[in-house]
């Protein structure tokens, strides 16, 4: 069974760091598109960052400049390091997954809650 673990979240005063972590079980990770979503209360999800097998980045133009992705194919994990947090940066946080030929093969974690606030 495919699982995303997220960890890392946390309480952070503004201007601080959080480093998110993604541990994912799944069998050939390197081809899979990685990714991280946030939902705030009330709020509809939001892409936050996202990895492609290749390795191009993407960022939400809220977080460009502050958040960075990476992932370690050997180690089958994606980092979402957080820097210059906010206020507005408060939110659930997603782990995905979706395979880069098999728009069927998607999977989410179940989300690690940051909280920016002094």
């Known amino acids: 069974q495919v699982q995303l673990v997220e960890s890392g979240g946390g309480l952070v005063q503004p201007g601080g760091s959080l480093t998110l972590s993604c541990a994912a079980s799944?069998?050939?990770?390197?081809?899979?598109?990685m990714g991280w979503y946030r939902q705030a209360p009330g709020m509809q999800r939001e892409l936050v960052a996202h990895?492609?097998?290749?390795?191009?980045?993407y960022y939400a133009d809220s977080v460009k400049g502050r958040f960075t992705i990476s992932r370690d194919n050997a180690k089958s994990t994606v980092t979402l390091q957080m820097n210059s947090l906010k206020p507005e940066d408060t939110a659930v946080y997603y782990c995905?997954?979706?395979?880069?030929?098999?728009?069927?093969?998607?999977?989410w974690g179940t989300g690690t809650l940051v909280t920016v606030s002094s």
């Open positions: 995905y997954a979706k395979h880069h030929l098999f728009n069927d093969m998607e999977y």
């Open positions: 799944l069998t050939n990770f390197r081809y899979f598109n």
């Open positions: 990895t492609t097998i290749s390795e191009f980045t």
